[in-house]
């Protein structure tokens, strides 16, 4: 069965850190671009990050450039998502997804409709 498993989310404080994880299993994730989306209560899903097969790549939404990393582990098949100084607009649910759509520095980041597989989603909450 092939499914992408997030986990890592919780609640924090304003100005603190979460790192999300995403495991695929049933499928190696070497050759997706990956990416993270979240959904904040009351707002449309957005894009947040997103890294290419290789891991040469990345893009930033700009709400979150300088405060969130992203990276993969391909061994591992895994993405991950390090966010730091968290702010209350942060608070979401936050989704990873892969998509076989080529991505490289320079490119428009790919539609949410070209991801294939998603994964269920992990909350974040960042609040005093």
């Known amino acids: 069965q092939l499914q992408l498993v997030e986990s890592g989310g919780g609640w924090v404080q304003p100005g603190g850190s979460l790192t999300l994880s995403c495991q695929a299993s049933?499928?190696?994730?070497?050759?997706?671009?990956v990416g993270w989306f979240r959904r904040a209560p009351g707002k449309e899903r957005e894009g947040v990050s997103l890294?290419?097969?290789?891991?040469?790549?990345?893009y930033y939404t700009d709400s979150v450039k300088g405060r969130f990393t992203i990276s993969r582990d391909n061994a591992e098949n895994t993405v991950s998502l390090q966010m730091n100084s968290l702010k209350p607009e942060d608070t979401a649910v936050y989704y990873c997804?892969?998509?076989?759509?080529?991505?490289?520095?320079?490119?428009?980041?790919?539609?949410?409709?070209?991801?294939?597989?998603w994964g269920q989603g992990t909350q974040v909450t960042v609040s005093s």
């Open positions: 997804a892969s998509t076989t759509l080529y991505y490289t520095d320079g490119l428009q980041p790919p539609e949410e409709s070209a991801y294939d597989y």
């Open positions: 049933g499928f190696r994730m070497d050759y997706f671009t």
């Open positions: 890294i290419s097969a290789s891991g040469g790549s990345t």
